[in-house]
């Protein structure tokens, strides 16, 4: 069996990292005006009648897969999705962004290629890109590294938290355009050591496309579904960007709430040919999005006026459903298989 952990990725000893990382730092929160949100996708300042969101976050692996390509005019996009789509989890509306770029050796075609993505990102979240920071480390970065910090604003009446998730509401998913920007190092050790594939050849399963083409597809940024949907009349009761993690992602919404996943769309072909690899089930849902990118949380009696909504941007399904449950898990039922996270 082929595991995260084998790949490189060890998310148990990630998430005691990150413990021991913010519980250093938990008593700073005391120095200014915060809204507690522990365990969020985003940070919320208190600001008067409104609320600024903060996210950070980068691109991660998906860069060694842009090196192989040669091909750099994506990896930006992602940087903007990875957190646009985490500060709309608190129903903010994503305004600015700065980027840290840190690279071995200077190389302006490669940044010029980079900030095609960045601009491209931003023209679909409809953020600007106030500035940023341009560092050369060539004993610590091998090529480069890229990474974002945003800001969004809400008024504080229409946070959105998870509090009001109650049993009975609705999941509704929003399709993802296949990995993007989380569990390459797994997709990686699957797709090229594993079942050998260059990055050049074409998928298997879909030969209208390379392995290295599926593997860079940019993360959708769902700012505008989202929005327009924020700004309707329709309640909603959380918001959750499936990342790393996978379908994990939702237990961070309400913690007295279990999740049911009983209706997925059909499994993208980069899914498949990565878990044929010998992947089992439970580690591919535990790592990746399986085809669902964001999700919407909110009562039955929404389910009509949402789907309308957020398919005009997306294909968009009603995957399950949130029930009562301080166990706090998240149930798939998926192909015949029962999972537990």
């Given at each position: 069996?082929?595991?995260?952990?084998?790949?490189?990725?060890?998310?148990?000893?990630?998430?005691?990292?990150?413990?021991?990382?913010?519980?250093?730092?938990?008593?700073?929160?005391?120095?200014?005006?915060?809204?507690?949100?522990?365990?969020?996708?985003?940070?919320?300042?208190?600001?008067?009648?409104?609320?600024?969101?903060?996210?950070?976050?980068?691109?991660?692996?998906?860069?060694?897969?842009?090196?192989?390509?040669n091909k750099f005019d994506t990896v930006g996009?992602?940087?903007?999705?990875?957190?646009?789509?985490?500060?709309?989890?608190?129903?903010?509306?994503?305004?600015?962004?700065?980027?840290?770029?840190?690279?071995?050796?200077?190389?302006?075609?490669?940044?010029?290629?980079?900030?095609?993505?960045?601009?491209?990102?931003?023209?679909?979240?409809?953020?600007?890109?106030?500035?940023?920071?341009?560092?050369?480390?060539?004993?610590?970065?091998?090529?480069?590294?890229?990474?974002?910090?945003g800001i969004g604003t809400v008024d504080k009446?229409?946070?959105?938290?998870?509090?009001?998730?109650?049993?009975?509401?609705?999941?509704?998913?929003?399709?993802?355009?296949?990995?993007?920007?989380?569990?390459?190092?797994?997709?990686?050790?699957?797709?090229?050591?594993?079942?050998?594939?260059?990055?050049?050849?074409?998928?298997?399963?879909?030969?209208?496309?390379?392995?290295?083409?599926?593997?860079?597809?940019?993360?959708?940024?769902?700012?505008?579904?989202?929005?327009?949907?924020?700004?309707?009349?329709?309640?909603?009761?959380?918001?959750?960007?499936?990342?790393?993690?996978?379908?994990?992602?939702?237990?961070?919404?309400?913690?007295?709430?279990?999740?049911?996943?009983?209706?997925?769309?059909?499994?993208?072909?980069?899914?498949?040919?990565?878990?044929?690899?010998?992947?089992?089930?439970?580690?591919?849902?535990?790592?990746?999005?399986?085809?669902?990118?964001?999700?919407?949380?909110?009562?039955?009696?929404?389910?009509?006026?949402?789907?309308?909504?957020?398919?005009?941007?997306?294909?968009?399904?009603?995957?399950?459903?949130?029930?009562?449950?301080?166990?706090?898990?998240?149930?798939?039922?998926?192909?015949?298989?029962?999972?537990?996270?």
């Amino acid at each position: 069996m082929v595991t995260y952990s084998e790949a490189g990725v060890d998310i148990s000893l990630e998430e005691k990292t990150v413990k021991a990382l913010t519980g250093e730092l938990s008593e700073t929160l005391e120095y200014r005006n915060i809204i507690q949100n522990k365990g969020h996708f985003a940070a919320l300042v208190d600001f008067g009648s409104q609320a600024i969101a903060m996210s950070t976050d980068g691109v991660g692996s998906k860069i060694l897969i842009a090196n192989l390509m040669n091909k750099f005019d994506t990896v930006g996009i992602d940087c903007i999705a990875m957190v646009v789509n985490d500060i709309l989890c608190v129903g903010a509306e994503p305004i600015a962004m700065v980027d840290y770029l840190a690279v071995e050796e200077p190389n302006p075609e490669i940044a010029s290629e980079i900030g095609k993505g960045l601009k491209t990102g931003c023209k679909q979240a409809k953020i600007a890109m106030i500035g940023g920071e341009t560092a050369s480390l060539p004993k610590i970065i091998k090529d480069f590294d890229l990474a974002g910090t945003g800001i969004g604003t809400v008024d504080k009446d229409k946070i959105i938290t998870g509090s009001e998730i109650k049993d009975g509401d609705i999941i509704i998913g929003i399709e993802s355009s296949g990995v993007h920007s989380n569990g390459l190092s797994l997709a990686r050790k699957a797709l090229l050591d594993i079942a050998k594939y260059d990055i050049k050849d074409n998928l298997p399963s879909d030969e209208s496309i390379t392995v290295g083409e599926a593997l860079l597809e940019p993360t959708i940024i769902y700012v505008e579904p989202i929005m327009e949907l924020l700004n309707s009349e329709i309640e909603v009761h959380g918001l959750g960007h499936i990342t790393g993690g996978g379908f994990s992602n939702l237990k961070r919404l309400n913690k007295d709430m279990s999740y049911y996943i009983t209706d997925l769309p059909e499994t993208l072909p980069v899914f498949k040919e990565i878990q044929a690899t010998g992947i089992e089930s439970k580690e591919m849902y535990h790592v990746f999005n399986m085809g669902i990118g964001f999700c919407v949380i909110l009562d039955k009696k929404y389910k009509d006026q949402t789907l309308e909504i957020l398919n005009k941007y997306h294909n968009t399904h009603v995957i399950g459903e949130v029930k009562e449950n301080s166990d706090n898990k998240v149930f798939i039922t998926a192909r015949g298989e029962n999972i537990e996270l």
